[in-house]
């Protein structure tokens, strides 16, 4: 029995359906064409117009979605389940949205203060580290003479790497520049501030971590100004108390050194030369090398994974090492790099805080979503705390006044 091949089988069906027309489906040029005749190309305003007139005929007063879906009879619209995001992930909450800084001619101390730092080469923690609140502290919100600027000292490299912060790292980070303390001294001047609040980047490549740098800085700003408030927000200086006491000796109004989180997450959070114990131990020393006569202030970050119960314990251990000022806030992803946010504290619970921490003794609490450790630092109660302080920060002995002298010293 002869067989054909198969492939010629095949071929001729194929060539047969080629001929075949096709009906009834038209192809698709044919369709947009079609389309684009049919419909009027003004649709999209005959629907608005029409549902704008359905509105305005609503006479119930319950101008809902329901109003506008025909529904069968015992069947209501019901909201779409979404899912759980993921870590990090959640939407910005509405109170952590900022108005952007006003321009120059609405907020000149904002700008006078921005232009100050360029002009003198100075580095701010404000910018460095993204605050939310930059135009708020430098333009002093409603009341101008309260405006804060924070001023970062022994340049924009740190060297430490701490998750949360957005400030530049470096093992070996540029020397000190020997004319920064005249160039802060002359920028403070100029920004016409009453308070001022310095802070450092960690230098743990020098031996002195930087704390004579920090001492003729601190002098040259007050010898320019004398009756300016100055609050130091400085590092733990790898718990060496005798470095802690050379910068608690000079004429600060405040010395600041932030904890920065519960002690259970520390050691996923914060550098791992920084220590929640040794950071709690400086603070206590400052206190009782000053015999409390300098105020001491710290700060603490929630959306980092603490529990209600290790913030209470953290604010416990702050008031047990005589700290009287503490600030609470937000803790917000600066970069792809940092750590992503647990989660986002509600202002509620950051008021229950505050109520907290005041009932604990703390004789300062600012409390809230967007407050940072300097948060306006300059208002007028923390001001008047350190009025009320200035005759008994005179009784530290001349020999602790000899141990600043000899820290600028070593630094000529």
Same mark, same amino acid.
């Given at each position: 029995?002869?067989?054909?091949?198969?492939?010629?089988?095949?071929?001729?069906v194929?060539?047969?359906?080629?001929?075949?027309? +096709?009906?009834?489906?038209p192809?698709?040029?044919?369709?947009?064409a079609?389309?684009?005749?049919?419909?009027?190309?003004?649709?999209?305003?005959?629907?608005?117009?029409?549902?704008?007139?359905?509105?305005?005929?609503?006479t119930?007063?319950? /101008?809902?979605?329901?109003?506008?879906?025909?529904?069968?009879?015992?069947?209501?619209?019901?909201?779409?389940a979404?899912?759980p995001?993921?870590?990090?992930?959640e939407?910005?909450?509405?109170? +952590?949205?900022?108005?952007?800084?006003?321009g120059? #001619?609405?907020?000149?101390?904002?700008?006078?203060?921005?232009?100050?730092?360029?002009?003198?080469?100075?580095?701010t923690? %404000?910018?460095e580290?993204? %605050?939310?609140?930059?135009?708020?502290?430098?333009?002093?919100?409603?009341?101008?003479?309260?405006?804060?600027?924070?001023?970062?000292?022994?340049?924009?490299? %740190?060297?430490?790497?701490?998750?949360?912060?957005?400030?530049?790292?470096?093992?070996?980070?540029?020397?000190?520049?020997?004319?920064?303390?005249?160039?802060?001294?002359e920028?403070?001047?100029?920004?016409?501030?009453?308070?001022?609040?310095?802070t450092?980047?960690?230098?743990?490549?020098?031996t002195?971590?930087?704390?004579?740098?920090?001492?003729? %800085?601190? /002098?040259?700003?007050?010898?320019?100004?004398?009756?300016?408030?100055?609050e130091a927000l400085?590092?733990?200086?790898?718990?060496?108390?005798?470095?802690?006491?050379?910068?608690?000796?000079?004429?600060?109004?405040?010395?600041?050194?932030?904890?920065?989180?519960?002690?259970?997450i520390?050691?996923?959070?914060?550098?791992?030369?920084?220590?929640?114990?040794? #950071? +709690?131990?400086?603070?206590?020393?400052v206190?009782?090398?000053?015999?409390?006569?300098m105020?001491?202030?710290?700060?603490?970050? +929630?959306?980092l994974?603490e529990?209600?119960e290790?913030?209470?314990?953290?604010?416990?251990?702050?008031?047990t090492?005589?700290?009287?000022?503490?600030?609470?806030?937000?803790?917000?992803?600066?970069?792809?790099?940092?750590?992503k946010?647990?989660?986002?504290?509600?202002?509620?619970?950051?008021?229950?805080?505050?109520?907290?921490?005041?009932?604990?003794g703390?004789l300062?609490?600012a409390?809230?979503?967007?407050?940072?450790?300097?948060?306006?630092?300059?208002?007028?109660?923390i001001?008047n705390?350190?009025?009320?302080?200035?005759?008994?920060?005179?009784?530290?002995?001349?020999?602790?006044?000899?141990?600043?002298? /000899?820290?600028?010293?070593?630094? /000529?």
């Amino acid at each position: 029995m002869f067989h054909r091949p198969l492939s010629n089988l095949c071929s001729k069906v194929v060539s047969a359906a080629a001929m075949t027309p +096709l009906v009834g489906k038209p192809s698709k040029e044919e369709g947009r064409a079609a389309t684009s005749v049919e419909k009027d190309p003004r649709h999209k305003q005959i629907f608005l117009q029409k549902f704008r007139e359905r509105l305005a005929a609503d006479t119930t007063g319950k /101008n809902t979605l329901e109003g506008f879906i025909d529904l069968p009879e015992g069947i209501s619209p019901t909201a779409a389940a979404v899912g759980p995001l993921k870590r990090g992930e959640e939407p910005l909450p509405p109170w +952590l949205k900022l108005r952007v800084a006003k321009g120059f #001619s609405q907020q000149p101390r904002f700008n006078k203060i921005r232009r100050s730092m360029r002009d003198k080469r100075l580095a701010t923690v %404000c910018e460095e580290a993204k %605050c939310p609140n930059i135009g708020e502290c430098w333009g002093g919100g409603e009341e101008e003479d309260i405006a804060t600027a924070t001023i970062m000292v022994m340049g924009s490299h %740190c060297t430490r790497g701490c998750r949360f912060c957005s400030v530049l790292t470096s093992r070996r980070p540029p020397p000190l520049d020997p004319n920064e303390p005249q160039r802060v001294a002359e920028a403070v001047a100029e920004m016409g501030v009453d308070y001022i609040v310095m802070t450092m980047v960690d230098r743990d490549d020098l031996t002195d971590g930087g704390a004579a740098h920090i001492v003729c %800085c601190v /002098n040259a700003i007050k010898e320019r100004n004398p009756q300016l408030l100055l609050e130091a927000l400085v590092g733990d200086f790898h718990g060496d108390l005798k470095l802690t006491e050379t910068i608690a000796s000079s004429p600060l109004s405040v010395y600041a050194h932030n904890i920065e989180c519960v002690e259970r997450i520390t050691p996923n959070v914060r550098d791992r030369r920084a220590t929640y114990h040794q #950071s +709690l131990k400086v603070l206590e020393h400052v206190n009782i090398f000053t015999k409390g006569a300098m105020l001491t202030k710290s700060s603490i970050m +929630l959306g980092l994974g603490e529990r209600e119960e290790e913030v209470r314990q953290t604010l416990r251990d702050l008031r047990t090492a005589g700290v009287s000022a503490v600030t609470l806030g937000q803790y917000l992803q600066p970069s792809r790099t940092r750590l992503k946010v647990s989660r986002y504290a509600h202002p509620k619970e950051f008021q229950m805080w505050e109520e907290e921490a005041l009932a604990m003794g703390f004789l300062y609490c600012a409390s809230g979503p967007l407050v940072r450790s300097s948060y306006r630092a300059g208002e007028y109660y923390i001001k008047n705390i350190l009025k009320q302080r200035e005759p008994t920060q005179t009784t530290i002995t001349s020999a602790d006044t000899n141990a600043s002298s /000899n820290a600028a010293d070593a630094t /000529n």
